[in-house]
């Protein structure tokens, strides 16, 4: 019991010293370029279309146009409609622009998982014993 009071006094006044040491004084950057660049291992080394020119000018006309379980506009009326008034088929089609998938199928052969052998999967269960026995 005393053992750990000790201790315990000891640690509190203990100096912590960090276990990263950083070089030079912390600087903030003037300016940093936020604009759009391509990945460097882009097959096209650019920009698709609809990073350079933008679509909407304000966020308002962004959410006209917006697609959240159908058009977002559409969905909230004043009128007699009112919300969830309007059948989902007369808010019109939910279909994705060029190059966007809903789901991970509809993408190129290239992006499936590829399928995974028996002789993997027992490798994988025995953790591997089974490929020297």
Request: charged share 20%; glycine share 8%.
């Amino acid at each position: 019991m005393f053992t750990t009071r000790v201790l315990r006094q000891a640690a509190q006044h203990a100096e912590r010293t960090p276990s990263i040491k950083f070089i030079g004084k912390r600087t903030i950057p003037a300016s940093i370029d936020h604009t759009p660049q391509p990945h460097p291992e882009s097959p096209t080394h650019s920009l698709p279309a609809s990073f350079t020119q933008p679509s909407h000018s304000t966020f308002s006309s962004y959410r006209d146009h917006a697609q959240q379980f159908g058009p977002l506009r559409k969905t909230i009326k004043s009128s007699e409609a009112g919300i969830g008034g309007l059948a989902g088929s007369d808010l019109g089609p939910v279909s994705p622009p060029k190059g966007v998938f809903f789901d991970r199928n509809e993408l190129p052969s290239r992006f499936h998982r590829t399928p995974i052998s028996l002789a993997e999967i027992e490798a994988v269960e025995t953790g591997g014993a089974a490929a020297f026995a």
